[in-house]
């Protein structure tokens, strides 16, 4: 293996309970991935062990000399306290944190630079807005405009469609279509299968166990999707097992 | 009556009424933008459980020195992280949440706190230590809240971003910086260093009502995370200041009054604040004029 990002029997767990399970692969450079699953997959604790934010029960994930600047991630929203008193330039500024670090002032260039990744979003003017005060969708544009800002050659989105509506939708696709056309490689966990068949060449499809990785066109198979959905049925009648016999 | 008979000369006549006003702008400084980062962790209830933590610690230093200052205060401070560390360690390696494992130990705390004084100490003794008492703030107390404060807003803004972005997104503070937890441990301890200095005026029992209530209260009228903080501390000092005052021309205990008109203030803000408060959702188009 010898892409930006390999991944090596990877088993992460949850108090002893894996949420992934032996996972092998590799993340080419520049390439445009899309992971997708069933609820409970997985999807989210895997990029969460890209980051770094989870550990590996076993195996490895190799970054390949790729440090914290070099990884941009847009957590879920759900993550995210949306009623906390600071305004959209303050949060697109964050994105800055490379130069700035803990105690660095933003200077005029970099606060030029806010505004134009605000810009760039179709957020033009809404600096002084809370965020609080936005739709889903806006925040949603707010967080893309902190990934240009980061300016990292690996960028994961964990959902990042989720409760957008079409027209944000297509705005950030044309972002992500243009981060790939630029070389960087993007991995984000999605749910339309559609939307990964039309945008996304390449596909890692995950059961808690990896099911395919490769081309979109050959992994989204009838087949390989009937098994995940299988795999899924099965945790569901086991937790339901024990669940009855927990009553 | 004249203002200034009713609102200044206690402070000009009497030593002790100037010594508990500087003791309350003190802890206003310190516990205003602490008790504001509680409120915006969804921590509030847990600084209430950790001011608690601190009596069987605060027993103990009386227990081996009497009614010391700096004996009392070690012993709450080294006994409150004690109690945090231990039910941050009960959540991770059970199932317990942290709000449960810490309500837990602090019950366990009070009782063991009162059960350690009442072994030596009379009543009184108990009461100071449950209720404290800012009148007899003396100069060495003053100086330890003065220090304490002066501690948390050097340190409050050493880890000011990182506190920040740890609050509304985690996350991404985890990817770009790591150590999240890093700047936990050192709000914790600053919580649990506020509590101290709060509790020698208003005792462990009340000492996180001057953090939270004002914080509580300026969520209801500022929206930028500095302006909360310095509104809290405005808002604490104030309320010290008209308690002390409703305290001595009343006559009623200074503890109680101080935190009673800090819930004033809360109660008016959540009726009348510009923010969520309850005229602005029930009646959206009125509006006051200044």
């Given at each position: 293996?010898?892409?930006?990002?390999?991944?090596?029997?990877?088993t992460?767990?949850?108090?002893?309970?894996?949420?992934?399970?032996?996972?092998?692969?590799?993340?080419?450079?520049?390439?445009?991935?899309?992971?997708?699953?069933?609820?409970?997959?997985?999807?989210?604790?895997?990029?969460?062990t890209?980051?770094?934010?989870?550990?590996?029960?076993?195996?490895?994930?190799?970054?390949?000399?790729?440090?914290?600047?070099?990884?941009?991630?847009?957590?879920?929203?759900?993550?995210?306290?949306?009623?906390?008193?600071?305004?959209?330039?303050?949060?697109?500024?964050?994105?800055?944190?490379?130069?700035?670090?803990?105690?660095?002032?933003?200077k005029?260039?970099?606060?030029?630079?806010v505004?134009?990744?605000?810009a760039?979003?179709?957020?033009?003017?809404?600096?002084?807005?809370p965020?609080?005060?936005?739709?889903?969708?806006?925040?949603?544009r707010?967080?893309?405009a902190?990934?240009?800002?980061?300016?990292?050659?690996?960028?994961?989105?964990?959902?990042?469609?989720?409760?957008?509506?079409?027209?944000t939708?297509?705005?950030?696709?044309?972002?992500?279509?243009?981060?790939?056309?630029?070389?960087?490689?993007?991995?984000?966990?999605?749910?339309?299968?559609?939307?990964?068949?039309?945008h996304f060449?390449q596909t890692?499809?995950?059961?808690?166990?990896?099911?395919?990785?490769?081309?979109?066109?050959?992994?989204?198979?009838?087949?390989?999707?009937?098994?995940?959905?299988?795999?899924?049925?099965?945790w569901?009648?086991?937790?339901?097992?024990?669940?009855?016999?927990?009553? | 009556?004249?203002?200034?008979?009713?609102?200044?000369?206690?402070?000009?006549?009497?030593?002790?009424?100037?010594?508990?006003?500087?003791a309350?702008?003190?802890?206003?400084?310190?516990?205003?933008?602490?008790?504001?980062?509680?409120?915006?962790?969804?921590m509030?209830?847990?600084?209430?459980?950790?001011?608690?933590?601190?009596?069987?610690?605060?027993?103990?230093?009386?227990?081996?020195?009497?009614?010391?200052?700096?004996?009392?205060?070690?012993?709450?401070?080294?006994?409150?992280?004690?109690?945090?560390?231990?039910?941050?360690?009960?959540?991770?390696?059970?199932?317990?949440?942290?709000?449960?494992?810490?309500?837990?130990?602090?019950?366990?705390?009070?009782?063991?706190?009162?059960?350690?004084v009442?072994?030596?100490?009379?009543?009184?003794?108990?009461?100071?230590?449950?209720?404290?008492?800012?009148?007899?703030?003396?100069?060495?107390?003053?100086?330890l809240?003065?220090?304490?404060?002066?501690l948390?807003?050097?340190?409050?803004?050493f880890?000011?971003?990182?506190?920040?972005?740890e609050?509304?997104?985690?996350g991404?503070?985890?990817?770009?910086?790591?150590?999240?937890?890093?700047?936990?441990?050192?709000f914790?301890?600053?919580?649990v260093?506020?509590?101290?200095?709060?509790?020698?005026?208003?005792?462990?029992?009340?000492?996180?009502?001057?953090?939270?209530?004002?914080?509580?209260?300026?969520?209801?009228?500022?929206s930028?995370?500095?302006?909360?903080?310095?509104?809290?501390?405005?808002?604490?000092?104030v309320?010290?200041?008209?308690?002390?005052?409703?305290?001595?021309?009343?006559?009623?205990?200074s503890g109680?009054?101080?935190?009673?008109?800090?819930?004033?203030?809360?109660?008016?803000?959540?009726?009348?604040?510009?923010?969520?408060?309850?005229?602005?959702?029930?009646?959206?188009?009125?509006?006051?004029?200044?």
């Open positions: 293996m010898c892409g930006v990002i390999d991944i090596a029997d990877l992460v767990a949850y108090d002893r309970r894996p949420a992934v399970h032996h996972v092998s692969g590799s993340f080419a450079r520049g390439s445009l991935t899309a992971i997708v699953g069933p609820n409970g997959a997985g999807k989210s604790t895997l990029i969460k890209i980051v770094g934010l989870m550990h590996p029960s076993t195996g490895r994930v190799e970054r390949h000399g790729l440090g914290r600047r070099d990884i941009a991630y847009l957590p879920q929203q759900a993550d995210i306290d949306r009623s906390f008193p600071i305004n959209v330039a303050d949060t697109v500024a964050l994105g800055l944190w490379n130069e700035t670090g803990l105690w660095g002032a933003i005029p260039k970099g606060w030029n630079r505004a134009d990744a605000l760039h979003v179709g957020l033009e003017g809404f600096g002084h807005h965020i609080a005060a936005l739709s889903a969708g806006q925040f949603q707010v967080l893309f902190r990934l240009l800002l980061q300016d990292a050659p690996v960028i994961l989105l964990d959902e990042p469609f989720a409760a957008i509506d079409e027209r939708t297509a705005d950030l696709l044309a972002i992500i279509q243009h981060w790939h056309e630029a070389g960087r490689t993007v991995i984000a966990v999605l749910h339309d299968m559609e939307q990964v068949r039309h060449p890692l499809l995950l059961a808690r166990e990896l099911i395919g990785w490769g081309p979109t066109s050959q992994v989204l198979t009838d087949d390989a999707l009937r098994r995940a959905r299988a795999l899924a049925q099965g569901t009648n086991n937790h339901n097992h024990l669940a009855g016999h927990a009553a | 009556m004249s203002l200034y008979a009713t609102a200044i000369a206690p402070f000009a006549d009497y030593g002790f009424m100037r010594r508990a006003l500087v309350c702008l003190a802890l206003a400084l310190g516990s205003g933008p602490i008790g504001t980062f509680l409120v915006l962790r969804r509030s209830l847990m600084g209430d459980a950790m001011s608690h933590a601190i009596l069987p610690g605060a027993a103990i230093g009386f227990l081996v020195a009497g009614l010391s200052l700096w004996a009392m205060s070690v012993g709450g401070l080294v006994v409150g992280l004690a109690v945090a560390l231990l039910a941050g360690i009960v959540s991770r390696a059970t199932s317990l949440r942290e709000d449960a494992s810490l309500a837990g130990f602090y019950l366990i705390s009070l009782a063991l706190g009162v059960l350690i009442s072994t030596r100490g009379s009543n009184v003794d108990l009461l100071h230590v449950l209720f404290g008492s800012i009148l007899s703030v003396d100069d060495q107390a003053l100086l809240v003065a220090s304490i404060s002066t948390s807003l050097v340190a409050l803004a880890i000011y971003r990182p506190l920040v972005v609050c509304f997104d985690p991404f503070l985890r990817a770009v910086a790591g150590r999240g937890s890093l700047y936990h441990v050192v914790l301890v600053l919580v260093l506020n509590l101290v200095a709060g509790f020698q005026a208003l005792g462990t029992l009340m000492a996180v009502g001057l953090m939270m209530l004002p914080a509580a209260a300026a969520r209801f009228w500022a930028a995370v500095w302006s909360l903080a310095a509104l809290s501390a405005f808002i604490a000092f309320s010290g200041w008209a308690g002390l005052l409703v305290s001595y021309n009343f006559n009623l205990p109680p009054a101080i935190i009673l008109t800090a819930g004033a203030v809360y109660s008016f803000s959540i009726v009348f604040g510009r923010h969520g408060s309850l005229r602005n959702r029930y009646f959206p188009g009125a509006h006051f004029h200044n």
